[in-house]
């Protein structure tokens, strides 16, 4: 994995764990979008943690965030902690990408 990757992912990671499955109990009903969201966090939290220190295969996980947020648009009726996981994932998406 690249140094910028596991750079962002350590300062982030942690966050999102405790994050992501409180913004999907509370915001899923009016943002059933945020539930793909959340399983495709699982998602690459498990092939992170399965990798050790090779680099997992996540650019399926990443294109499917994409899609399914506009680009991590945030939408307008949501709190600053839906706001902060869209951008923590758009950080690490793009250090992914680099």
Do not use: W
């Not at 050790?52 to 600053?80: H, M, Q, W």
């Amino acid at each position: 994995m690249s140094k910028h990757f596991n750079d962002v992912k350590e300062r982030h990671f942690n966050k999102l764990e405790q994050y992501v499955p409180v913004v999907a109990r509370v915001h899923g009903g009016s943002h059933p979008e945020f539930h793909e969201v959340r399983a495709l966090f699982e998602a690459i939290s498990k092939k992170i943690k399965g990798a050790g220190s090779e680099r997992p295969e996540l650019n399926e996980e990443f294109a499917k965030l994409r899609e399914i947020t506009n680009n991590y648009t945030v939408p307008a009726d949501v709190c600053e902690t839906y706001e902060g996981v869209y951008k923590m994932l758009a950080e690490l998406d793009k250090a992914y990408q680099a």
